[in-house]
Nanobody, 118 residues
């Protein structure tokens, strides 16, 4: 069984910072892309940032220059440093990992709430 556990969400004022962390546990043969997605009330889930096994990153336009994604392959963790937060960043943030456990598939965390007050 593969589990993703997120932490670090919370309430912050606009302009503030938060750091989200995601730890992947379970027996897996390999892990490829990891990423963070978010879903605001009434909206579809959207990509925030992703990182490949070799460290190549991809950011949504609305977070470029403010958020930074990083991973530790030895620990199977991925972090999202969020700076200069805006009220429109308020959402549930989900961690995703593409891993090989008897075949490749995507695994999701349970989500962590981020609320940015104005």
């Amino acid at each position: 069984q593969v589990q993703l556990v997120e932490s670090g969400g919370g309430l912050v004022q606009a302009g503030g910072s938060l750091r989200l962390s995601c730890a992947v546990s379970g027996t897996i043969a390999a892990m490829n892309d990891m990423g963070w997605y978010r879903q605001a009330p009434g909206k579809q889930r959207e990509l925030v940032a992703a990182i490949t096994h070799t460290g190549a990153t991809n950011y949504a336009e609305f977070v470029k220059g403010r958020f930074t994604i990083a991973r530790d392959n030895a620990k199977n963790t991925v972090d999202l440093q969020m700076n200069s937060l805006k009220p429109e960043d308020t959402a549930v943030y989900y961690c995703k990992s593409t891993a090989n456990r008897f075949g490749w598939r995507d695994y999701w965390g349970q989500g962590t709430q981020v609320i940015v007050s104005s």
